[in-house]
Every structure is written in structure tokens, then in C-alpha cells.
């Protein structure tokens, strides 16, 4: 609207200069007259073009602001990365596919161990992947975070993971839910846990792992609406890490001890890992 009187302010003027250099042409009007009238003509024409330029200048300055706030939500890292929490802050209460892949896997199984017994209750469909108790893979882990020297530390780690994934498994064989659990020969390059990941409200979170035993993580948050190509990319990375795992209960079980003897992969321990494929 304000265009369209600027507009017209502009055709009034233009006008009435003409009129008046018509009139002063055939000396209708005086030469007084036709001064005073281009006088104040040109004043209309310097208010114009000042208004103009301030509205120029308000328009450079509200692009600029947009820019800085566009850098800002989207160019930093800081935006986009958070802390890692394992998982601690991801809602699961309501997910019926819940597919989640580490290297132990420890703070996240007891972060949710207990949401997930509830799920499974609910009849959801979980799957889990980590790394398998053998000196290859655990060697692995520890040169990655460059402690290569001592392997027992993720050894431990992840004897009290298999200890949760155990009651699982058997939570899974008493009710609706499927639980799935794979083992790996090689570290994974990054840990998700991903909701619901096939529909349209799916979300993932991933983990970057770093070098240094022990050191804060970033995390990624992704969502099927929003992030279509990476999201894709991680889930289709899960499916490829998933068919390389072995089902859980061919995995010989962790020493009770720091020695060289292992619990047997059949009798209870083969029960034990209930549902898993």
C-alpha cells in the first residue's frame, strides 16, 4: 500500500512539472509563478529520494540482521552439536522401533534399561548392536582411544552390558516384544540410537566418537521431516552394521574373571539370550 502513494506521490509530481512548464511556456501563468511551483517541485523530489534511502538503509540493515541470525542457527556448531548424555535425554516411552548400536553400550543400557523392559512389554521391536567380548574387537576399542595398552578397560565395561542384555532377553521371551542383539568384530565408527526410525516422526541421535578414553562426545540429532538425506544415511549405516553383527547367544560369554575361562554358549547362557537373531 505504502508503494503504491509513493508511486502516486511520484506521477502528481511529475504532472504537475509538466503543467507548469506548459503554462510557463505560453506565459499563461507569471515567471514568479513558475518559479515558486519548480521550487517546491524540487523539494518534493529531495523529500522523496531522502524517504527512499531510509527505507533502503532500514531494508540493508534487516537483511544483515537476517543473515547473522541465519549464520547463527545454522552455520555453528554449537547449534547443531550438543554433549553427549547417552541417551539419557531421548524419550523412548512411547517408541515401538528402537534400534541402538555402540561399543559397549554401557551408560546407555542403564540409562534405559528399564524403558526398554517396558517397551518390550508393550510389544516393541528392539534391536541392539555393540562389540563382541573377544580380544580382537576390545583391542580394537582400546587402540581407538588410544589406549592401546589396556583392552580390560572395555572388557569391563561391557561385562555389566551383557549382564542387562541377559534380563532382557528374558523379559523379551516371557512377553509380545522381539528383541534382537548382534555382536561385532570391529568398533563401530559411531553410536545411535534411533526411535521409530521408518516413520514420518522418526528421530536418531548420534554419537561421534573421539580418541581420548573417557572424553565428552558430541551428538547429532536427526529427523525424518527435517533431515531427509543424513537421516537416511545413518539408518541405511545401521542396516549395513546390523547384517555384518552375530546373533548374541553364538558369542561365547565373558569371563567371570580376569582368566581365560568363559561361560558355556549353550545351556542357561544360550536360554539366557532369550529372543535374540
Known sequence: MMLRVRQLDLVVTIAAA????????????????????????LGLLAVSSLHSRTGQQILAADVAELSRLTREHLDGGDRLLAASTSGMDIDLSQAQDIRIVGVTLGRTMRNHHATLQRRLDAGADVRIVLIAPDSAPLGEAARRSTVPGSP????????????????????????????????????????MIAVDPETPHGHLHIDI??????????TLPLFAHRDARWFQHFTSDFDRIWAAGRPYETIPRLPLSGSAGERGG?????????RAG
Open 152 to 191: 580390560e578397560i572395555f572388557e569391563h565395561r561391557l561385562r555389566p552390558t551383557v549382564d542387562l542384555l541377559d534380563t532382557l532377553a528374558a523379559r523379551a521371551a516371557a512377553g509380545p516384544g522381539t528383541l534382537q542383539i548382534r555382536m561385532l568384530d570391529f568398533v563401530p565408527a559411531f553410536g
Open 266 to 274: 549353550g545351556g542357561q547362557g544360550g536360554q539366557r539370550a532369550g
Open 209 to 218: 566418537y573421539s580418541h581420548r578414553n573417557g572424553a565428552a562426545e558430541p
Open 18 to 41: 509538466v503543467a507548469v512548464g506548459i503554462l510557463g511556456t505560453f506565459d499563461v501563468v507569471s515567471a514568479a509563478v513558475t518559479g515558486g511551483a519548480t521550487l517546491t517541485m
